[in-house]
């Protein structure tokens, strides 16, 4: 399990910063939550009173300036980003942008007094390996987190072996201590189909699912759930599961990449990293991922970081190589940064038959 | 004792108060996680003052960052133990305090019967006091 806090906001001063602190010492003894209202929303009269004071514009007038609310919740900006650094997938994008739409408006409907039910947020993600499902749950958790309806800024990443134990009564009490550490932010549960194995009556699984549900169900307001995992396996578990299925609002389907969109990736993943193709490698990474997209096992951006990931243990051979040949052992800036073709060529992927299985 | 009305227990955080509400414990929760306080959920059906260790609900509750997790346990131990007294601590393991920072009462028994002080006569008329709950006459479990 890996917890991410993408960044911690600081609501209250810590005890002990100027003056000693009082032993016992608790918060001021309040009624009021120090969070973004979880009770649901506020009854006309107070909403207009309350919620609404920091999203109307100055004039204090009733109408409800959505262009105002997206600029100030930073939207713009993780849409932004999101569209920088992921290539491609275009239709992932597009459902991003229109929940995040939605969630603005609900948001302004809400201030305005009127009637919303509190949004079904639970999401499931479906693509082949290495298409960005990861990343894209971050920047969710990012947009989630800047519209108030998570608290936390973080993501909780589980699989199977965090929420499924070994024995009779193991199940309930680590699903539930995951929950507890998820709750408040986004919980991700990776390749969630393993969750449930048909071919053993006997599994746990099913019983973390249980539980799974009941919170998903009875606490919207503190946890969102993004599953995540291959296409078809996915269709499987959510006929096995129809309870899960019907709690999910927003399937996305994430697209496999094109060989142009790979190239494009592999530009970004080296230029991050301050290496450069010449030019001859550039075109031996283009012919490169034509003939790996044919391979077996192929996964996407993954396979193409891996490539590079080898392509520049070979380019440090070279230079090491030719420093001990050379005996003089400089190795310029441009040297250093450089991949050539022949880093490329050397790959695997060129003198197997396109029906290799072995990912080299 | 004696001049508590009905016996309440009086101990720990807000306990001369009214019961805390679930948005009020919400709250002094949440500033004990933004200390980065760790929370446990304890019960004891013994209530002695100098009872300092109750039974854990659970395990403590590292790593929490929102404090819907451990009303989650809250209302768990709360629901299997609903006569008993059940209380939050907050455990600050910073270097030099190592110590519970909060402490405070979420449940408590519907019949609260009280202490009685017992005085027992020692040599040279010394008197030795000793406080004893009525509760703990009867068996452990059967007690509220």
């Known amino acids: ?360 | 004792m004696m001049t508590n009305y009905g016996n309440r227990l009086t101990q720990g955080q807000f306990s001369f108060l009214p019961d805390l509400s679930d948005a009020q414990i919400k709250a002094q929760v949440a500033y004990a996680l933004h200390q980065g306080w760790a929370v446990n959920v304890e019960y004891t059906d013994d209530p002695h003052p100098r009872n300092t260790y109750w039974e854990m609900f659970g395990l403590p509750m590292f790593d929490l960052k929102d404090p819907a997790g451990v009303m989650m346990e809250i209302d768990a131990c709360r629901k299997t133990f609903a006569n008993h007294y059940v209380r939050v601590t907050a455990f600050d393991a910073t270097r030099g305090w190592e110590t519970p920072r909060m402490s405070f009462i979420v449940n408590r028994p519907v019949e609260e019967p009280g202490f009685r002080l017992d005085r027992t006569e020692m040599a040279g008329r010394v008197q030795r006091y000793s406080v004893h709950s009525y509760a703990a006459d009867k068996p452990a479990g059967e007690r509220y």
């Open chain 1, 1 to 360: 399990m890996s917890i991410t806090t993408i960044d911690r906001p600081s609501p209250l001063p810590r005890a002990g910063e100027g003056g000693a602190p009082a032993p016992g010492e608790g918060a001021p003894f309040t009624d009021r939550v120090p969070s973004p209202g979880p009770d649901g929303p506020p009854s006309p009269a107070c909403g207009r009173g309350q919620s609404s004071t920091n999203l109307e514009p100055a004039s204090g007038e009733n109408a409800q300036d959505l262009r105002a609310l997206y600029e100030q919740t930073g939207i713009a900006e993780v849409l932004a980003q999101l569209d920088d650094e992921l290539i491609g997938l275009a239709p992932v994008k597009e459902r991003i942008a229109e929940i995040a739409a939605y969630l603005i408006v609900d948001k302004a409907r809400r201030a305005q007094g009127l009637r919303t039910g509190a949004p079904s947020l639970h999401m499931c993600f479906t693509g082949n390996p290495g298409t960005g499902k990861t990343t894209v749950a971050q920047r969710m958790a990012d947009i989630l987190h800047r519209l108030g309806y998570i608290r936390n800024h973080q993501l909780v990443s589980v699989t199977r072996d965090d929420l499924v134990g070994q024995y009779i009564g193991h199940t309930a009490p680590k699903t539930r201590e995951v929950l507890k550490k998820a709750m408040g932010g986004v919980l991700f549960i990776d390749e969630a189909y393993y969750l449930y194995r048909p071919e053993n009556e006997r599994d746990y699984g099913q019983e973390s699912i249980e539980i799974l549900l009941q919170v998903m169900e009875n606490q919207r307001d503190d946890l969102v759930v993004i599953l995540a995992g291959y296409k078809s396996r996915m269709d499987v578990f959510f006929q096995s599961n129809p309870g899960m299925a019907s709690r999910i609002a927003h399937h996305i389907d994430f697209p496999d990449y094109s060989a142009d969109e790979l190239l494009e990736i592999a530009n970004l993943m080296v230029s991050r990293i301050d290496y450069r193709f010449d030019a001859d490698a550039a075109s031996a990474m283009r012919d490169y991922i034509e003939r790996r997209m044919r391979q077996a096992h192929f996964a996407n951006a993954r396979s193409i970081r891996n490539a590079l990931d080898r392509a520049r243990l070979r380019q440090a051979a070279r230079l090491f190589r030719s420093a001990m040949k050379a005996r003089s052992g400089d190795a310029g800036r441009e040297a250093l940064m450089t991949i050539e073709g022949r880093d490329i060529r050397a790959s695997r992927v060129f003198s197997n038959p396109v029906t290799a299985t072995a990912e080299r």
